[in-house]
């Protein structure tokens, strides 16, 4: 019952890396509409999958260290 934060870290951790993951496979893998948007859309998915990896390490981290 004393390790809730890890646990709670250990949560965050891994639906940010599921999220960040899933996010740059869909930037390889969608294909809107438009063919304006093809690049727009995959910036964002690709600025959204690195930020999930990096929340990532950042709740590893924050593990290791407590």
Request: negative net charge; without cysteine.
């Amino acid at each position: 019952m004393s390790n809730w934060t890890d646990a709670i870290l250990f949560g965050f951790g891994l639906v940010a890396f599921v999220l960040g993951v899933s996010s740059i496979i869909m930037g390889f893998i969608a294909q809107p509409a438009a063919q304006e948007s093809a690049m727009k859309s995959r910036v964002e998915y690709g600025f959204f999958g690195v930020s999930g990896v990096v929340l990532f390490l950042l709740f590893w981290y924050a593990l290791s260290v407590s």
